[in-house]
């Protein structure tokens, strides 16, 4: 038995329970692309970590800045103080960021990202005296745990024991190969009581790594735009170099008022969300007006710590070096798709950027399929974290990941494939 091992089994609740009935993994420590366990596996992580791992685990950049920042001040309250860590990075989002982004709010994760941006498009019409309050989304939305972001999200297994608690929103067709009915039916549904239209940009992760156009986003952001819809962006997965460009957003004409930002955000080091929003929506907050303050915080908003981790990991992801990585993730995937052949079993191929799907072909699809035990089981026999989402098998890898690495990705995904 391990060090942790009882202490793992009897007193730690985790979330979605262990595939197939096997015990959670004690590990011991992680390197680069891989979880070295007690036992002395080597697993290599093909999907950072539920997404958040960008520059492989454990790099001596993000480690050490953490260590100095650590010396300097762990943490301080983000009322009325501030500090160079929060500065810093506030101002390498903006650069990145199209230029209607004015204000960063700092919160805790991805869903409290999309917490305070729902919060945020609300109060934009409350503080100027219209009732505004219907919020429209996508089909197969997913934006996070907390009670907002649940209802902004499709109801599923996810939502279903609290779906009675949540409010209504108008959910529109997902646009890929429905791109006309979307059209149609943000038609029908965008109007002077429209509040906010949210979507992920390109590529809906939980749901499967489903993908849809840039061409048919902006047009559903042309109808939106057309009566002045606050559109927020949840790039909490899609952000930071996932679909190739920095955010999925820069493959659009339009430009969101807000944009959800968290997971690769500090590396994978600290939990960090951030909520960037645009001028027009800040002016609504301007005013000397008390009651229309913005009032939302947490305790540990811009922790200094994190903030530090994120200047590191901004620091590395926009090297050029990092930037070829993702170019060459990209290309790898390419020239795998290129020459796989579509055998049976196999319902899609889906790829844009560093991220690569392919969906099996199952009489019962989804998050809760039967299949996504065989695969996760024939997979880590192998040392591999290939974690499906349901029937989908996906890669979505630290940017250091070799193509030696990636090409073994490729093998045993063959492999299984040729198990159906």
């Known amino acids: 038995m391990n060090p942790i091992e009882r202490v793992d089994r009897e007193n730690i609740w985790h979330p979605f329970s262990p595939m197939a009935g096997n015990k959670p993994i004690a590990v011991k420590k992680a390197k680069g692309v891989y979880l070295h366990t007690y036992e002395g596996r080597k697993i290599m992580d093909a999907v950072s970590s539920w997404w958040v791992n960008v520059h492989g685990h454990s790099h001596p950049k993000v480690s050490k800045a953490i260590s100095r920042q650590a010396a300097k001040m762990e943490h ?10 929060a500065v810093d990075l506030s101002k390498t ?18 869903s409290t990202s999309v917490e305070v941006a729902i919060k945020l498009a609300i109060q934009y019409w409350y503080n100027q005296g219209k009732a505004r309050k219907k919020i429209i ?62 979507f992920e940009p390109l590529v809906q992760g939980a749901a499967g790594m489903q993908m849809y156009d ?14 002045e819809v606050v559109c927020i962006a949840d790039e909490v997965m899609t952000g930071f170099g996932r679909t190739g460009k920095m955010f999925a957003c820069d493959y659009l004409r339009n430009e969101p008022d807000i944009f959800c930002l968290s997971k690769g955000i500090t590396g994978g080091y600290l939990p960090m969300g951030i ?14 007006d008390r009651t229309k303050a913005f ?5 540990y908003t811009a922790n200094p710590l994190a903030c530090a981790a994120a200047n590191a990991s901004m620091g590395l992801l926009m090297t050029k070096r990092r930037q070829l990585d993702i170019q060459r993730i990209s290309e790898q995937h390419e020239a795998y798709l290129k020459n796989f052949n579509l055998t ?13 799907a392919i969906e099996l072909e199952v009489s019962d699809a989804g998050y809760t399929s039967d299949i996504k035990e065989r695969i996760y089981d024939f997979f880590m026999d192998r040392d591999l974290l290939l974690r499906p989402l349901g029937n989908v098998i996906y890669i979505l890898p630290p940017y250091i990941i070799s193509n030696a690495e990636l090409k073994k990705l490729y093998t045993a995904i063959d492999d299984f494939l040729g198990t159906l």
Do not use: C, W
Not at 93 to 110: A, Q, R, T
Not at 171 to 194: C, H, W, Y
Not at 275 to 288: C, D, G, L, W
């Open 76 to 85: 301080v309250i983000f009322a009325g103080f501030t500090h160079k860590p």
């Open 93 to 110: 989002l903006m650069k990145i960021l199209p230029d209607p982004i004015s204000k960063i709010f700092f919160s805790d994760n991805g």
């Open 137 to 198: 989304a996508l089909e197969g939305a997913y934006h996070g745990d907390t009670f907002g972001s649940m209802s902004v999200a499709e109801r599923n297994i996810f939502s279903a024991p609290f779906n009675d608690y949540l409010f209504e929103v108008e959910f529109i067709p997902f646009p890929s190969g429905n791109e006309q009915q979307s059209i149609a039916a943000m038609k029908r549904l965008v109007s002077d009581e429209t509040a906010a239209f949210i």
């Open 214 to 227: 840039p061409e048919v986003l902006d047009q559903l952001l042309d109808i939106a735009r057309q009566k």
């Open 275 to 288: 909520t960037a929003v645009s001028e027009r929506i800040v002016q609504a907050f301007n005013v000397a």
């Open 295 to 299: 009032f939302h915080g947490h305790s």
């Open 344 to 356: 049976k079993g196999i319902k899609e191929i889906r790829q844009r950027g560093t991220i690569l």
